[in-house]
């Protein structure tokens, strides 16, 4: 069997030895009725973490998202979105699905969307208008080559959010890689959105769920769509314990994904086909485009899986590597290797 260097993303991390026994050994009860203390436990580190009142655990960072969003906003709503926005594009259309309300994206500097805008894009309700009642950013944002989108320009939408009486969610899959990029401690990015997601399945290593926090009517009211989307679960503190292991000992090292996720793109940013500008690499996200006169994107990720590398093509003829838990420098090697063999000749 090839031991493969899996760079598709970083929820193909495996749960650590520790994750292992927290599962085996966690207490458990019914979360749907309210006694499992496991969950319970995740929950309150994570709103503390966060700086908010309380927090709800679910199956994945999409039901998260579409939570947050059937909980801010009614039938007729608009919603503005970043227009590579995951919640927008790579989440099976919930907003128009399960909330049942429009997405109004707009154009960002590399997830920065500009304030301005959003603020002239705030819409008062008519007869024939929709009422804007959210405003969702991403950080770091996926699509963007995982960028961290600068605390100012956070700041200044939060602002434009409070004029407008307008909430903001804030999709933090990966805010604890943002925290290591910047050096801002994680209440800071809890401060803007008056909701905030995170994802414990990807870079943090846990095998399952994510977490979403905020006020506590919004997460009692999140709990009631939690169930009905079915993602009431009965004794799954099973899975909260590798949560606990990941936000009490996994957040530190995601310095070391975004030290091999820039040695990648240093390394490789000069091959022919590629273009990357590894200025754009903040964090543990890769994404180039890749043109080669006689090598399609297909065929040269069939020659890294050939050398036991795997990688996932993405929009607008790119490619995406992703750095976690389980490349180490071995695998970083193999994987530049595997670059210059196929393009160096
Ligand atoms: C992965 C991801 C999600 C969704 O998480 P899943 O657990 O895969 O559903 C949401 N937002 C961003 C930015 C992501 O990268």
Not at 150 to 162: F, H, S, V
Not at 178 to 205: N, Q, R, W
């Amino acid at each position: 069997m090839t031991q493969y260097s899996d760079f598709r993303s970083d929820t193909v991390t495996r749960p650590t030895e520790n994750m292992r026994k927290a599962m085996a050994a966690a207490e458990v009860g019914d979360d749907v009725l309210g006694d499992d203390p496991t969950v319970q436990k995740l929950e309150s580190i994570a709103a503390d973490m966060i700086g908010k009142e309380a927090a709800v655990y679910v199956p994945s960072g999409t039901m998260a998202n579409s939570i947050a969003i059937k909980c801010w906003t009614n039938e007729l709503d608009e919603v503005i979105v970043e227009e590579r926005a995951h919640l927008y594009n790579m989440e099976s259309t919930h907003m128009t699905f399960i909330a049942r309300v429009t997405p109004r994206p707009l154009s960002s500097n590399r997830g920065a969307m500009n304030p301005e805008e959003v603020e002239r894009n705030i819409r008062k309700p008519s007869v024939h208008i929709p009422r804007t009642s959210l405003i969702c950013i991403e950080n770091t944002h996926n699509n963007w080559s995982g960028a961290v989108v600068p605390m100012e320009n956070l700041k200044a939408i939060r602002e434009i959010a409070d004029r407008h009486d307008v909430k903001v969610h804030f999709d933090g899959a990966r805010v604890f890689n943002a925290c290591h990029a910047t050096g801002i401690p994680v209440k800071e990015y809890g401060k803007i959105g008056d909701s905030l997601m995170f994802c414990l399945s990807k870079g943090l290593s846990a095998p399952v769920g994510s977490v979403l926090t905020g006020p506590k009517d919004f997460v009692d009211y999140a709990r009631r769509i939690r169930k009905a989307l079915g993602g009431g679960m009965r004794q799954v503190g099973v899975l909260a314990a590798p949560g606990i292991v990941a936000l009490t000992e996994m957040v530190d090292r995601l310095k070391e994904d975004h030290i091999r996720a820039k040695k990648l793109a240093l390394t490789i940013q000069d091959l022919p086909g590629i273009d990357l500008n590894p200025d754009h690499i903040d964090t543990n996200i890769v994404i180039f485009g890749f043109k080669h006169p006689e090598i399609s994107i297909p065929d040269f990720l069939e020659k890294l899986k050939e050398r036991g590398i795997l990688a996932l093509a993405t929009t607008g003829e790119r490619i995406r590597f992703i750095t976690h838990k389980d490349i180490d420098d071995k695998n970083l090697e193999k994987a530049i290797s595997g670059f210059q063999e196929i393009l160096s000749r």
